[in-house]
């Protein structure tokens, strides 16, 4: 019974603060974007808080940047596909 509890504990404890990572956010940002359901999208790091993701025919770059989070102790991550950080600029045939 107190392993369970434990368990409890630290499983509603990491979600209760905000505990996410950078990956889970481009999987649910690609998700989005791709109109495709999260277990459907792949993530790989390619480096720092970049991200490959590709699922449904579709794939994309995704850069994430952390920012402090409300309570100050969290870090919340922010994802946007790399055509769009380029501030307009066109995306590469690799990212295509």
Known sequence: MLLVT????TVFGASATGCVDAESIARTRAANDFECD?????VTNIGGT???ADGCGQKGVYTCTASEGY?????D???VPEAKRAHGKKASESEK
């Open 50 to 52: 970049s991200f490959r």
């Open 38 to 42: 999260e277990d459907k999208v792949n």
């Open 6 to 9: 434990i368990v409890m504990l």
């Open 77 to 79: 991550y922010a994802c």
């Open 71 to 75: 309570s100050g102790t969290t870090t």
